[in-house]
T-cell receptor, first 111, second 116 residues
Framework: EDQVTQSPEALRLQEGESSSLNCSYT??????LFWYRQDPGKGPEFLFT???AGEEKEKERLKATLTKKESFLHITAPKPEDSATYLC????????????FGAGTRLAVHP | NAGVTQTPKFQVLKTGQSMTLQCAQD?????MSWYRQDPGMGLRLIHY???????DQGEVPNGYNVSRSTTEDFPLRLLSAAPSQTSVYFC???????????????FGQGTRLTVV
């Protein structure tokens, strides 16, 4: 069964304190691993798509990496505006773009 | 370009009432879907559609109905609301994975539904 587990559930950082969020997955035939950011009361906002082990993508202070079993979202020198819930999802086999989501990591960055 | 638009943003229903959550997208995406988000759980797929006139069930379809008469619209109907359907509902749209373009899902802002 396709499954996504994110850790930690919550993370509190001081501004400038770098860290990583983890997304472990099991899926038959990975057709993409997605990272989304979700602010309170809003819908998920797309950040990155990774397709194969070894792939990396960056956007401002965020960098996503992928192995055969997990993905990391590295946050370098975070700012308070990076505070949000970060969601990881995988797309497996089958004819539809079905996404399997993890429960998310709530990140709080304090000045 | 509005993206994915959901209405209403908030709704309170009494047990047994029915209602329709609206979803519209202006990106000409073939694929549309409905998810629910509950505390401590990931988003779960309710129903999806791969094109006008074609719908199918996701992992939690019971108590919900969908139809897709146009590419733009994908309404979700609650037939007889139950407290267990209290949740935040998100509509999403995307291109097919066979597309040469980016195939990430775009989400609406959500509908927060409370059933009392």
């Amino acid at each position: 069964e396709d499954q996504v587990t994110q850790s930690p559930e919550a993370l509190r950082l001081q501004e400038g304190e770098s860290s990583s969020l983890n997304c472990s997955y099991t899926v038959s035939g990975l057709r993409g691993l997605f990272w989304y950011r979700q602010d309170p009361g809003k819908g998920p906002e797309f950040l990155f798509t990774l397709y194969s082990a070894g792939e990396e993508k960056e956007k401002e202070r965020l960098k996503a990496t992928l192995t055969k079993k997990e993905s990391f979202l590295h946050i370098t020198a975070p700012k308070p505006e990076d505070s949000a819930t970060y969601l990881c999802a995988v797309r497996g086999g089958g004819g539809y773009n079905k996404l399997i989501f993890g429960a998310g990591t709530r990140l709080a960055v304090h000045p | 370009n509005a993206g994915v638009t959901q209405t209403p943003k908030f709704q309170v229903l009494k047990t047994g009432q029915s209602m329709t959550l609206q979803c519209a997208q202006d990106m000409n995406h073939e694929y549309m879907s409905w998810y629910r988000q509950d505390p401590g759980m990931g988003l779960r797929l309710i129903h999806y559609s791969v094109g006008a006139g074609i719908t199918d069930q996701g992992e939690v379809p019971n108590g919900y109905n969908v139809s897709r008469s146009t590419t733009e619209d994908f309404p979700l109907r609650l037939l007889s609301a139950a407290p267990s359907q209290t949740s935040v509902y998100f509509c999403a749209s995307s291109l097919p994975t066979s597309s040469s373009g980016n195939t990430e899902a775009f989400f609406g802002q959500g509908t927060r539904l409370t059933v009392v």
